[in-house]
């Protein structure tokens, strides 16, 4: 995990598929050309194995949920943007987060670590359909504030998503382009000021 470097926000970016040239990982990209320069961001690759609580034993498993659940409690707050899976959030997703929501049961030294409560996320999705992934932004709005994250009510949904990025890195008409630009500088503004906020009151994470 980087040092900080400037007092902008830290955000985690995570695309929530594993797929070489994934749609959601173009998307965030596409985003980083908007905010990169309004934030410090992390973009989050997770190796885990399906979740399984025999596998709480193994000290190299634990050692790399205990890297993400750092970089998750060092994150001034999370732009999450997850493919739908039979109107779902997608199993990696689901299963990072398990494995990162579990760890302070199974490690003492995270037990009062707090690695979702209180943060601004975002959620976006791409789809090739036409709903743009409403249904698994709907489950992902429950996960993710069942967890304690302030979940924002705006979301980034893009529909027909091959159309959008059939040369390469997505390009929208420039209505919707100012929609993605607004709602992400948006978020920004408010990740930067909660960051303020906690930095004068003391960290809750």
């Known amino acids: 995990m980087p040092p900080r470097e400037s007092g ?41 194995p399906l979740f399984d609580q025999d596998l709480e034993q193994d000290a190299g498993v634990i ?13 001034d707050g999370f732009i999450v943007a997850s493919p739908e899976y039979n109107g779902h959030v997608s199993p990696y997703v689901k299963n990072t987060v398990d ?3 579990r760890l302070a049961r199974v490690d003492a030294r995270f037990a009062d670590a707090r690695p979702f409560r209180g943060k601004p996320l975002l959620l976006a999705c791409a789809s090739t359909g036409w709903t743009g992934g409403l249904l698994g932004l709907r489950d992902a709005r429950t996960l993710f504030g069942y967890l304690g994250c302030l979940v924002q009510a705006d979301q980034i949904c893009v529909s027909d998503a091959a159309h959008w990025a059939s040369e390469g890195p997505f390009r929208f008409e420039p209505a919707f382009a100012d929609h993605i630009a607004s709602t992400l500088l948006d978020f920004c503004r408010l990740a930067a000021a909660l960051k303020t906020r906690d930095s004068d009151n003391g960290s809750f994470a």
């Open 99 to 101: 494995w990162v929501s």
């Open 8 to 48: 902008l926000p830290r955000l985690l970016l995570f695309p929530g598929s594993l797929r070489r040239d994934a749609y959601q990982r173009r998307l965030i990209e596409y985003f980083l050309t908007l905010i990169g320069d309004r934030c410090e961001p992390d973009m989050l690759v997770a190796d885990l």
């Open 63 to 75: 050692e790399r949920v205990a890297a993400l659940h750092r970089r998750c409690v060092a994150a």
